[in-house]
């Protein structure tokens, strides 16, 4: 039972941090492109690249800190942490807008992202309540 408790844990951290780590890679690679639906999303432009330059070293940083299983308390609650703006700025504020201006589709798209980062959301605090499990660097503390 604990051998299957450890993998299912290994597995959960490598699943949760896998759509964080795909995301700052890409942000990384696609920086002006990234930085273009930041200002077009409504981030001040002062603040694009330095919220990208955030981003990338949360997601693709802690994303792979949390699949190891490093500081994953700690790394996480900072996740969850720095979820809370990002799905209010680029999923919660666009969903009001497209239901305000009738924009059935886009409303439908930007609902389904904001439930699935809430979804994450909860992932994330089940880590920072339960740990990274025996089988991750810190060995489950």
């Known amino acids: 039972m604990e051998g299957t408790r450890n993998l ?3 597995a959960g951290r490598i699943l949760l941090a896998l759509i964080f780590v795909l995301s700052g890679f890409g942000k990384l690679t696609n920086l002006a492109g990234t930085a273009g639906y930041m200002e077009h999303a409504g981030m001040p432009h002062a603040l694009v690249y330095p919220g990208l330059l ?3 070293a949360v997601e693709l940083g802690f994303g792979l ?3 190891i299983g490093f500081r994953a308390r700690i790394v996480a609650l900072v996740m969850f942490l720095w979820f809370i703006p990002v799905t209010i700025l680029f ?3 666009p969903w009001r807008e497209a239901v305000a201006s009738g924009d ?3 409303a439908m798209m930007q609902q389904i ?3 699935k980062n809430i979804s994450i959301m ?3 605090l089940m880590v920072v309540s339960f740990g990274a499990g ?3 660097v810190d060995g489950g503390k």
Do not use: R
């Open 104 to 106: 059935k589709m886009g």
């Open 54 to 56: 955030a981003s990338i």
């Open 8 to 10: 299912t844990a290994l």
């Open 91 to 93: 999923h919660f504020l």
């Open 134 to 136: 025996a089988w991750s």
């Open 122 to 124: 909860g992932g994330l």
């Open 113 to 115: 992202n904001y439930m």
């Open 65 to 67: 800190l949390l699949m």
